[in-house]
């Protein structure tokens, strides 16, 4: 375990455009501890809607980690150190319906304040966020055709947007005063 403490969010240290990659973070869904899947994101953004802090991620309806996400009402988001480079690497690349990621990678689960699923036990940051709308990417809707290029399986994302209800993090993430 980290030496995470509680975090006021409105005093938390993250640049937007660069704080989900290049590397990544790890997104858990799951209903505990010992029913929950790791998946490594690099889209999403951060912003108020409708007067909330929310986090907004995607999860193709093909994945695994679609299962849980799906069905949860929330979602964990976790920052690990660059020492831990290679799990987050491993549970990008890897499906969770093939093998136990937290096993593969050493990572560990451990309850959240708030929300059901988990936290990464070695993460310095995570983001507990309670669902609040879930749509999906509306081809037809794109602006800008290039972005179709993402998708030539036609493999579209589900958005999911959490509310932030809860944040802890080591010293770093912390703006100061």
Known sequence: MQNRKP????QLNLQPFTTMGPQGVLLVSGSDTQNANPMTISWGTFGIMWNK???MVMVRHTRY???????????TLNWLDKS??????????????????????????????????PIIAESILNLECRIIYHDMV????????SLS?????????????GEVV?????EKFILSQ
């Not at 809860?166 to 080591?170: K, M, T």
Request: hydrophobic content about 40%; proline content about 4%.
């Open 7 to 10: 975090l006021d969010i409105k």
């Open 53 to 55: 802090p929310v986090v």
């Open 65 to 75: 980690t679609w299962e849980y996400i799906s069905k949860m009402p929330d979602f």
């Open 84 to 117: 831990m480079s290679k799990a987050l690497a491993l549970c990008g690349r890897v499906s969770g319906r093939d093998m136990d990621k937290f096993t593969a990678s050493g990572l560990h689960t451990e309850s959240a304040a708030v929300v059901g699923s």
């Open 138 to 145: 509306k081809p037809d809707q794109f602006k800008d055709i």
């Open 149 to 161: 290029n993402h998708y030539a399986a036609n493999d579209y994302h589900g958005l999911f947007y």
């Open 166 to 170: 809860a944040a802890a993090g080591i």
